[in-house]
């Protein structure tokens, strides 16, 4: 798929990867050679018919393309633009042990955009069940949830507590991976499907349990929204931010047109990230939009980097600078950040993750000079909500604790996502929330 240059792209927020044409559609579907047991379709979460949504986009039959991706999945212009296809799908296809695997992201991504100047085209919904539910959290899981539920006939109803609708697809992703006005035509299904969606309502809050528990189950999406923070001395000064808040700044409160928004963000000279994930690459690349110089400080070795390949290609494309097997230990200024003091690691035996564990090397003090820095070093759920409800079970993160039906410790409230796994994908968010909609749905209608 054809990107922006990268001296354009990092003077905008636009899109960096640029759709298929009808043409280059229908030639890369034709690739495919629709294997008797398509190893692909294990690769996906959601277990799309792969096969059989490429074949339609092969025999240019764009409509059928459309009705089987979204027997599984209403959201593929999201997923096609953000899942790991590399390591699930694409990973799998029986094409990549010769050459390049057939592109299902990108397939997927446009049949998403072919409907999007057509008629949407809806999935059958269930006549009324008469019962309801309330889904807490409007991130992928929420989203997925509701959609299920809705499509099953149940009364659904969404809380956010965010003035718009999406979780880390509008607060966290940039607008430059994922399109805001994408992500809003998606949502939109959900109204269309007969949810109601509150946004600026707290549950546990604004919306208390005993209002939740009258519902007839309850779902919790509520994702993993709660930055960690290194616990670093001078973590305190102006200038350290998480890339939680920084990206919520300037995705979500469009914080870079400041004063013409509500909400300031601080436009770094010098900006030093902590972190290797897609969340890192994402802070980094907003910053260098926004004009700053950038340097990526990860503790391991480049190749132990865990965001996205294309993703880290991108961000060097675009002169982010990575300083890897480095660890900061003082952030320094007086009262705001002047530098960041950071020692040299090297690689020994596996940790407890089964990863090489980088130690520091004695001696190997070194500073950088810098006015913001930003943390991207991991989420955990924001306990808000799960400290107002006596009895639920939470592992040692401080996730909720599931069994394989996505059921919690009380009876009636259901899990999913990032709150119920820790940090993880759009797309085993969605799969884990299909799985608790079918659980509620069972449990309300004594299906089995
Ligand atoms: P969230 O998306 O976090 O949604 C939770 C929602 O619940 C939020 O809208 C929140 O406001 C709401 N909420 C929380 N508490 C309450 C409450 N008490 N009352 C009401 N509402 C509440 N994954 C990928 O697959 N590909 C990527 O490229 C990728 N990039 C990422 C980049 C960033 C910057 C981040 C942060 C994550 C990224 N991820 C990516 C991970 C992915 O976005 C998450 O795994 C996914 O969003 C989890 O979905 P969720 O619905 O569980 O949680
Ligand atoms: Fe087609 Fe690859 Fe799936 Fe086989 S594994 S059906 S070639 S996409």
Not at 280 to 293: E, F, I, P, T, W
Request: aromatic share 4%.
């Amino acid at each position: 798929m054809s990107e922006r240059p990268a001296d354009i792209r990092v003077h905008d927020f636009l899109e960096v990867e640029q759709n298929l044409g009808v043409a280059e559609a229908v030639a890369e579907a034709s690739r495919c050679i629709q294997c008797k047991k398509p190893l692909c379709v294990g690769g996906c979460p959601v277990s799309i018919d792969i096969p059989s949504f490429i074949q339609a986009i092969a025999s240019g039959d764009f409509p059928t393309a459309t009705r089987i991706m979204k027997q599984e999945n209403l959201f593929p212009a999201i997923c096609g633009r953000v899942c790991p296809q590399e390591v699930q799908c694409e990973g799998a296809c029986i094409l990549g042990k010769k050459e390049t695997p057939v592109r299902i992201g990108a397939l997927e991504r446009f049949i998403a955009e072919w409907e999007s100047i057509q008629d949407p085209i809806l999935p059958v919904k269930a006549p009324p069940t008469g019962r309801s539910v309330a889904v807490v959290g409007s991130g992928p899981a929420g989203l997925a949830a509701a959609a299920e539920l809705a499509k099953y006939g149940h009364n659904v109803t969404i809380f956010e507590s965010l003035h718009e609708p999406g979780g880390v697809l509008v607060y966290g992703i940039p607008e430059f991976r994922l399109p805001k006005d994408v992500v809003r035509r998606e949502i939109a299904q959900i109204a269309s499907l007969g949810a109601t969606l509150k946004c600026n309502h707290v549950a546990g809050r604004s919306v208390t349990v005993p209002e939740l528990l009258a519902f007839d189950a309850v779902f919790l999406g509520t994702g993993a929204g709660l930055p960690s923070f290194m616990g670093l001395p001078g973590e305190d000064l102006t200038g350290v931010y998480s890339a939680n808040e920084f990206l919520t700044r300037v995705n979500l409160m469009h914080a870079e047109r400041f004063p013409e928004t509500d909400t300031p963000v601080r436009r770094g000279s010098r900006v030093v990230v902590i972190g290797g994930g897609n969340v890192a690459m994402d802070a980094a690349r907003v910053c260098r939009r926004l004009g700053s110089r950038v340097t990526l400080v990860y503790r391991r070795r480049r190749e132990d980097l865990p965001a996205r390949r294309a993703e880290i290609r991108r961000a060097e494309e675009e002169g982010v600078e990575f300083l890897t097997c480095s660890n900061p230990v003082r952030v320094v200024g007086s009262p705001c950040v002047t530098g960041i003091e950071c020692m040299r690691m090297t690689m020994c035996g596996p940790d407890e993750s089964g990863r090489p564990s980088a130690v520091p090397v004695p001696d190997s003090l070194f500073s950088l000079d810098c006015d913001i820095v930003i943390e991207a070093i991991g989420q955990s759920p924001n306990p808000l909500l799960l400290n107002e409800m006596e009895g639920i079970r939470k592992g040692p993160r401080g996730n909720v604790v599931v069994d394989d039906d996505c059921r919690t410790s009380i009876e009636r409230i259901y899990a999913a996502g990032d709150v119920a796994t820790g940090a993880a994908t759009v797309i085993l968010a969605m799969g884990g929330a299909k799985r608790a909609a079918l659980s509620i749905h069972r449990m309300l209608t004594g299906d089995s």
